[in-house]
């Protein structure tokens, strides 16, 4: 491994990062003074009077990996895994993205959203792992248990500023964590990763947020790119990045989990498409959906409404089955999949 562009071991110590001040990390952009809240009628809503369409009633179909297959995939084979979680093939070795295996996206397993299915594959058969990118820790993008679990096979974690701390102290060792600010980045077997802004937020309890940063990833693997989004809102970061990194073969963009209260830190479908254009991508890959129940809106909803903006657009669209693989040298749209699930829910309720 090779270290480019400041990439440093945790420390604790952020004050160099002209994106942290007063014990908090910022986004670029200052959050509209007009942009409400989350009150109390918002959180009752979410846990406890949601509409019963905001969870499948027949099971998401999942295609089940095993270790020989993933063994004999070719490089640039990439396989979706749930929510943000994709497995991605690239210079003979396996990298994880934001891995989430847990049954809920939550601090209590007994509480909180739950899964719609399991992972195409278990933890204890996933092969080793060269690396593991995260883009923030909130609970649906840092399962503290998968990491214990992948510790001990996997070789790096290359994490914002301040979650790579949060991972030496879960027992990771800190001679294979990295953390990054915007910008940085680091080679690894020829392969390039940059730490990219977002417009977002942090924080996994009541008294520590966005005391850690929050990002996303751009790969260059040769003549591939690919653009891994993490969590945002909307913002002019996404054109920057395509003017630097673009244009991307395959962009892995949040697509669910949307509210219109929450128009600063996450997009609704019309804002993700845009961004995907101003990457100057040529394939999206909607994640962020069709694993756990995080917001007000059906739950097929994300996968129909990116799709007639993709048609209306021109944008090629990618929605794989759970497990499927995509080849990043030449995606396919995959099968429309959800349909089927919301045909069958009214036998099954």
Known sequence: ???SQCARAPRGDYADSKHFADGQFRNTTPKPATTAEPGGKTMWDFFFNKPKDTVP?????????TRAELDAAPDRSLYRLGHSTLL???RGKWWLTDPVFSLRASPLQWFGPKRFHAPPIALDDLPPIRGV?????????????????LAGKTELFLAPLGVGDRLVDWGV???????FDWWQGVGVDGVQFTFVPTQHFSGRGLRDGNRTL???WVIVDGDKRVYFSGDSGYFDGFAEIGRRFGPFDLTLMETGAYNTQWPYVHMQPEQTVQAHVDLRGKWLLPIHNGTFDLSMHPWAEPFERVLALGDARGVNVATPIMGERIDIDAPHAGERWWRAVLAAEPAAS
Do not use: C, E, F, N
Not at 173 to 179: G, T
């Open 57 to 65: 009633r027949a099971p998401v179909p999942v295609r089940k990996l």
């Open 1 to 3: 491994m090779t270290a």
């Open 173 to 179: 060792p800190r001679d294979k964590v990295r953390q």
């Open 214 to 216: 929050w990002g996303s």
């Open 133 to 149: 990118l995260l883009s923030h820790d909130h609970y649906d993008h840092l399962d503290k248990a998968a990491v214990k679990a």
């Open 88 to 90: 991605i093939k690239l």
